[in-house]
């Protein structure tokens, strides 16, 4: 229905920037809200910043002010600037999307993980 291909990542040092796309493709009705999620080694997946078709954004307590979500519906792309990176948030990094299917139906995607890493 829909594939997600993740394109940014790699490697920083404490205080760098990162920026993370992801890009939606396939046969679909639409996108609903847009997500990224990390996992690091031995810790559950966690939302790290989600945004609305209309926009909206939300982030985790422990990204605020240092990362920013945005999309360009357009392109069925979202983004994740990542400034002021910090050891902790070494993880990997994976996209999500719900959409809503040709045939109207709730579904979720997800890409295929991208690995960051942070450097003291």
């Known amino acids: 229905q829909v594939q997600l291909v993740v394109s940014g990542g790699g490697s920083s040092q404490a205080g760098g920037s990162l920026r993370l796309s992801c890009a939606a493709s396939?046969?679909?009705?639409?996108?609903?809200?847009m997500s990224w999620y990390r996992q690091a080694p031995g810790n559950q997946r966690e939302l790290v910043a989600a945004?609305?078709?209309?926009?909206?954004?939300n982030y985790a307590d422990s990204v605020k002010g240092r990362f920013t979500i945005s999309r360009d519906n357009a392109k069925n792309t979202v983004y994740l600037q990542m400034n002021s990176l910090k050891p902790e948030d070494t993880a990997v990094y994976y996209c999500n999307a719900d959409i809503t299917t040709r045939l109207l139906y709730t579904a979720v995607a997800w890409g295929q993980g991208t690995q960051v890493t942070v450097s003291s």
């Open positions: 945004i609305t078709s209309g926009g909206s954004t």
């Open positions: 396939g046969t679909f009705f639409r996108i609903n809200s």
